[in-house]
């Protein structure tokens, strides 16, 4: 079993940047691939990032890459997502996922553990 909390969300200007933290505790950390999703008022679940158990290999939406940043520390059981250049469109709940899997999945079903989600709204 794993445990994710998230923390960092907020209320931020279009143009502006935000730092989401993920703190993950139960079993061995660095055995997963930690991935963000996030999901607008009513629209489904979208993947947004994913990094590899070592963070030496990430993968992002289109929609996001070149603005968003995905880390982890896994002496610290963190997972990290640095938000720049935010649009009104980036507004949604955001959700840090680990999943026991050697590919950087990019859906749902590839992830086994959820935290309970961070508001992120930005205003225009």
């Known amino acids: 079993q794993v445990e994710l909390v998230e923390s960092g969300g907020g209320l931020v200007q279009a143009g502006g940047s935000l730092r989401l933290s993920c703190a993950a505790s139960?079993?061995?950390?660095?055995?997963?691939?930690m991935g963000w999703f996030r999901q607008a008022p009513g629209k489904e679940r979208e993947f947004v990032a994913a990094?590899?158990?070592?963070?030496?290999?990430?993968t992002y939406a289109d929609s996001v890459k070149a603005r968003f940043t995905i880390s982890r520390d896994n002496a610290k059981n963190m997972v990290y997502l640095q938000l720049n250049s935010l649009k009104p469109e980036d507004t949604a709940v955001y959700y840090c996922?680990?999943?026991?899997?050697?590919?950087?999945?990019?859906?749902?079903?590839?992830?086994?553990?959820w935290g309970q989600g961070t508001q992120v709204t930005v205003s225009s």
């Open positions: 139960g079993r061995t950390f660095n055995n997963y691939v």
């Open positions: 990094i590899n158990w070592r963070g030496r290999s990430t």
């Open positions: 996922a680990a999943g026991a899997r050697y590919f950087l999945g990019t859906r749902k079903d590839e992830y086994d553990y």
